[in-house]
């Protein structure tokens, strides 16, 4: 008898201790844009793909809390005196999750597989800079001979094309992200599942239920584990964005990367101090299929552009929260001056209108054939919303505007696998500050992302040009010549320049406003 007592109040004990450890468990769920379609590193190109990756793994630098570019894997870092090559020393204890030790030669080798036309990594074009990184991600070098090599166990070595002013920066992007070799070879793409997956971030991935949840803990291989305060992220996707904020409000998520702008005046008087509307380093547009017959001609998409009224949707269907955009890069932007808007920018709207008609009918539309185009667009109210407004507006000149819509990771793939549309939404976010990282979209060797199949070899030659000039002002120049090509063609149709919209639960600390909406969970820490 006494020894069932003694196992009933030993076990009575364990019971308790665990109950205290879980109850200690810090659990910040966190409401994101929409599903992953991948959490390959190599394959990805969403902002709520980003998100998750930014948690799971760690590049060579990273965004700090405020978004300054501070040292991740590196701890330091220096460059050669023409700026074209850059050595980065990374810390003795950095590790990927399961304790192993991570390398420069892990850099490489992932660097050489985005790079590897057999990846198929259709952001592989953003790391052109890196010398014959182009030729092999085509196929004429081998993916060994681009410019990075590590010179020991901690050291690693970039060779560059040309100067890049933005070099640094772009290392934070997720492309930039190492993945664990030995996972690699052996799981091939299957490395991402929880169970195969080895990151060295912050976190590791538990689980990913499509369309329902990412729940990832706390990695205690992280070098900087000590200073992780939450123990447990959970990822939850908001298409719906009225969903986030009914469960915001009811205190079961922290955080929203969105606001349903057509509540933004009973969100602002509910919440105060939790709606965060910052700028935001990005450009709403639709583009256009300048291969499709019908969209061939710039003078129907110069109408289809000119009879949008743009202050009208930024006020009345977005509440105040995003600005109307005449231009593909956004103002603020570094190393450039201001863009290159469109001339009838300054027109009135009712003047642009009769323009429209005009340009119209004399690309062979009018009354007795009036032009049908369907818009596409991701699930969402304020998608919706500008894509029916734009619908009225457009039907002034006489256009027929027809819908389809799907989710947010079914409609990037669609657009980024050619799939057939007329006229389709998308929204770009500065990877880096640079206006080359918005012109480069409609590049026509970036196959990825140009989803208007612009091909304009003027447009390629001065992006080219530009590459080549060190001089900042003299770069600026040649590309805002590209701009005013792009302005002038349209192959996409800026409607606005973004603002980030966020719930933030005054219970999460750490989470500041940054141009480029970026939040680690590992700078936060959250009262429960």
Known sequence: MRRLLSRFVLGAAAVALMAASASAEVTYTRGNDADPETLDQHKTSTISEANVLRDLYEGLVVYSSSAKVVPGVAESWETSDDGLTWTFHLRDDAKWSNGEPLTA???VFSYQRIINPETGAKYANILYPIKNAEAANSGKVPPEEIGVKALD????????????????ELLTHQTSLPVYPPAVKEFGTDFVQPENMVSNGAYTLQEFTPNSRIVLVKNKNFHDADNVAIDKVIYIPFEDRSACLRRFEAGEVQSCSDIPTEQMKYVKDTLGDKVHVAPYLGTYYYAVRTDKEKLSDVRVRQALSMAIDREFIADEIWA????PAYSLVPPGIGNYDEPAYADYKDMDPLDREDKAIELLE????????PLSIEIRYNTGENH????????DMWKNIGVKTTFVNADGATHYAYLRDKGDFDIARAGWIGDYSDPQNFLF?????NPGFNYANYENPEYDALMEKAEGISDLEKRAEVLKQAEAIFMRDLPFIPILYYSSLSLVSDKLQGWEDNLVNVHGTRWMSLEQ
């Not at 979209?441 to 060797?445: A, I, M, P, Q, T």
């Open 105 to 107: 030669e892990d850099f």
């Open 153 to 168: 166990e901690h050291t690693l070595q970039f060779t560059l094309e040309n100067q890049t002013p933005y070099f640094l």
């Open 320 to 323: 105040g929260t995003m600005l």
């Open 362 to 369: 004399e690309a062979g539309y009018g009354q007795d054939n």
């Open 384 to 391: 919706q919303n500008t894509a029916t407004a734009i619908a």
């Open 441 to 445: 979209l409609v590049e026509s060797n």
